[in-house]
């Protein structure tokens, strides 16, 4: 599209270029006057004029005093027709000496021509120049069979090892028989072993498992083929198939090769769920990598790595022994990993000493490798726009907030009245979780928006949890709707903004997970409802709901209700130390930010008091 645009700005200008030329070439000679016949008439009868030269339709006079004029007939008449219309004699026109000459060198056939065939010339030139990106577009297709894997064959300097790979003992543990196998393929043939063909990395976005796999490579310093699932699918039907055969091909030349899918999900989605579209170029681009996997000989040198996020929707067929047996799963990192992994990317960065890694650590519960990546690249670049030699523990702590609710809106304006609801609204928040002994300490308060919160309120467990308790998901779930009771206390019903409509989705599936998945309703019992899945793909949900009608309404009831009565708790709460809440809410307009500590005291009762 921009191409076409580009060829259609240059065909402009081109007209335009052509347009200025024709133009000069055919008022070149016009420095001189121009007059009108019925002027030259008057100048041949006072005998003013001594030469004409008639070229067509154009007039060129030199006048008796030397000066040139020019001037325009009719092209049909002839110029002694013409100047007898105007009153000149015969025998006035004597003494004038006239010229008739045919037009002739470049410019005349320049001026002719030119505007016959100069667009002609231009439309060609511009079906030309889209012919040949559309063509270039189809020698693309032509070539679409061909994998467009990236290969890396990595040197000393860009190789990526396992000591790249900070904590995940586990992974690369499983990983080193990998590396081993690619490395002394015979030891474990001249036992009669099978090295496995293909191993799936399982675990949430940016956990490292395209760094682990590249690790893999450079442990064993095979070549690496990276493609990606979606890259498989193009708007051909057939051309996945191909890639994956084209693919396996080069790995097979390279063997020992590790083949790395990365999000084999976008093409190895259980079969026949009817979800989503060109499920059939899906299916056969699947069905290519069964049987490419099937092909080749367990011993090769080639292992398939592929990565996912969601194994829970892989093709059951990609599981069975021979293909995916193996699985690693690679999970957000504990408290331990993170210092690790923060140690690796502050490797070269200068830190201010009094920064520790164990500090960042504790305060990124839930962060991924590469959240953590981005926020010491995110502290670097702030040190570096204050001018700083360092970065220092403010940098640092800023990028956590930015990399947990996205960057600051300073320049969002708010009216004095959303800000004082949004201080209420956060000041709501924070109090009913300190209030609540089953909620993480609050670390931080603000009337700053970011990204798309109006404001917020950081709290952060001590240390990190697997579990939570069903006290936990009471207290959570009253610590939700802190926000909208606090709201609602203090500007009434009619006042209820839109703004807490998040916390209401968030306090539904709260309660909707305690019910369905972790079998927190005593009226409904020990049991799941459904698959989560239900919530992402409705269609498929359709067939995993293991319950009746009847169980559903009872389920949406047991939700209401565990909603209504955190709400009412959250309400009594702040009806109770409303008094508080003022504080918080006036503090909150004047500083916008408060930090654990302001917070705390200003607070003046201890965590858990209501418990
Ligand atoms: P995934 O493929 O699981 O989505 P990536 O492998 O692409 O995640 O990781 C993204 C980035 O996060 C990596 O390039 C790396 O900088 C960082 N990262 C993730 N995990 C680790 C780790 N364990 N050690 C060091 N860096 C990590
Ligand atoms: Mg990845
Ligand atoms: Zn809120």
Redo the contacts with the bound molecule.
């Keep these: 599209m921009r191409a076409l645009l580009k060829n259609i700005g240059i065909f402009v200008i081109a007209m335009v270029v052509l347009a200025l030329v024709a133009n000069f070439v055919r008022t070149s000679k016009n420095e001189v006057r121009t007059v009108a016949i019925s002027e030259l008439a008057a100048g041949i009868q006072r005998k003013e004029v001594k030469k004409i030269e008639v070229m067509d339709a154009d007039l060129t006079i030199t006048r008796v005093d030397g000066k040139t004029e020019v001037s325009r007939k009719e092209p049909t008449e002839s110029l002694p027709t013409v100047l007898r219309a105007y009153g000149v004699t015969p025998e006035q026109l004597v003494g004038v000496q006239l010229d008739v000459v045919g037009q002739t060198g470049w410019r005349y056939w320049l001026g002719m021509l030119l505007p016959v065939f100069g667009p002609i010339i231009l439309i060609i030139a511009l079906f030309y120049f889209m012919a040949r990106q559309v063509s270039g577009a189809n020698n693309r297709a032509m070539g679409f069979g061909q994998s467009v894997a990236k290969e890396h064959v990595q040197d000393e300097k860009t190789k990526v090892t396992f000591a ?5 003992k586990e992974s690369k543990e499983e990983l080193s028989e990998v590396v081993e196998f690619l490395k002394q393929k015979e030891k474990f043939t001249d036992m009669g072993a099978k090295i496995p063909k293909g191993l799936l990395l399982m ?1 949430p ?8 796999a590249r690790a893999v490579a450079g442990e064993a310093g095979v070549p690496f083929l990276h493609m990606s699932g979606s890259e498989f699918v193009e708007m051909f039907v057939g051309v996945g198939a191909s890639r994956v055969r084209d693919l396996f091909q080069r790995a097979k030349k390279l063997a020992p090769a590790i083949v790395f899918i ?1 999000e084999i999900d976008a093409v190895g989605r259980r079969r026949g769920s009817g979800m989503g579209g060109s499920h059939d170029e899906r299916e056969q681009t699947l069905n290519q990598i069964l049987v490419e996997m099937d092909g080749f000989e367990a011993n090769s040198g080639i292992i398939v790595i592929a ?1 996912t996020n969601r194994a829970d929707v892989l093709d059951p067929a990609l599981l069975r022994p021979g293909r995916f047996d193996r699985r690693v799963t ?1 999970t957000y ?1 504990d408290i331990n ?1 993170r210092e690790a ?1 923060a140690g ?2 502050a490797k070269n960065k200068p830190l201010n000493p009094e920064i520790s890694l164990r500090g960042i650590a504790e305060r990124t519960p839930g962060f ?3 959240d953590l ?1 981005n926020l010491l690249n995110e502290a670097a670049i702030l040190a570096v726009r204050r001018a700083k030699k360092i970065i220092d523990l403010t940098e640092i702590l800023e990028s956590i907030d930015k990399v947990l609710l996205g960057p600051e809106r300073r320049s969002h304006v708010f009216s004095d009245e959303e800000k004082r609801m949004t201080a209420y609204h956060e000041g709501g928040h924070a109090l009913v979780s300190h209030l609540l002994k089953h909620t993480d300490p609050i670390r931080k308060v603000s009337i700053i928006s970011r990204g798309h919160a109006g404001g917020y309120t950081l709290k952060m467990p001590v240390e990190d949890k697997h579990y939570h308790t069903r006290a936990e998901f009471i207290d959570d779930l009253a610590m939700t709707l802190g926000g909208y009771a606090a709201e609602k206390l203090i500007f009434g019903d009619d006042m209820i903004s839109t703004g807490p409509s998040s916390d209401l989705r968030a306090a539904t599936r709260i309660a909707r997970d305690a019910v369905t998945q972790y079998g927190m309703s005593d009226v409904l019992g020990p049991r799941t409802f459904g698959t989560r899945e239900e919530l992402v793909y409705v269609g498929q949900g359709m067939a995993d709901k293991d319950y009746s009608e009847k169980t559903s309404e009872v389920i949406d009831g047991e939700v209401a209700r565990l909603v209504k009565e955190a709400n009412e708790r959250a309400k009594s709460l702040l009806v109770a130390h409303r008094g508080v809440l003022d504080r918080i809410a006036e503090e909150l307009l004047k500083k916008e930010t408060l930090e654990e500590a302001e917070f705390v005291a200003l607070v003046g009762v201890p965590k858990g008091l209501a418990a």
Excluded: F, N
């Design positions: 790249d790979v900070a904590g995940m675990g976005p940016g956990t490292g498992k395209t760094l682990l990365d990565a690679v990192p990993e992994i690796v990317h991924t490798g590469a990546a």
